[in-house]
């Protein structure tokens, strides 16, 4: 039922005449494709809706290190939102815009782990990675 309900919403002229933009925030970057049918239908809408989409942490239906998935039409969003640091997949990420949120990452940890991460302007809590 919810799956029906999005899909005629983003079809529909609900989101192109109501809305600037589409949040995508369906999984978790824990989420391991193939997506479930029951999604399926949600994220052919998100592909296909004229307005743009903002995918959070990782495009809905990519796997965190692969990117899209191969054998199957994929999510591909105008802005890539990365919290903490952009993950493996972001190399996929072909849209207009890419931040990166939250300055979460201690610098010893940043260190050890060699993530680079850029800097962040005074309180700034958001940096654009790429446009």
């Not at 079809?11 to 989420?31: C, E, M, R």
């Not at 890539?80 to 815009?97: D, E, H, N, Q, V």
């Not at 850029?118 to 809590?125: L, R, T």
């Amino acid at each position: 039922m919810l799956g029906s309900f999005i899909i005629c919403i983003l079809h529909v002229v609900i989101v192109p005449k109501t809305y600037a933009a589409v949040v995508d925030a369906l999984f978790g970057f824990s989420f391991k494709p193939p997506v479930r049918p029951l999604f399926e239908p949600i994220l052919d809408a998100l592909s296909q809706t004229k307005v743009p989409v903002a995918s959070v942490d990782i495009p809905s239906g990519w796997n965190v290190e692969t990117g899209p998935p191969p054998d199957a039409a994929s999510l591909n969003p105008d802005m890539l939102i990365s919290l903490t640091a952009p993950k493996l997949c972001s190399k996929y990420f072909k849209g207009r815009f890419h931040y990166l949120g939250g300055r979460f990452v201690p610098p010893k940890l940043e260190e050890k782990y060699e993530l680079n991460l850029p800097s962040y302007e005074a309180a700034d809590q958001v940096v654009l990675l790429s446009s």
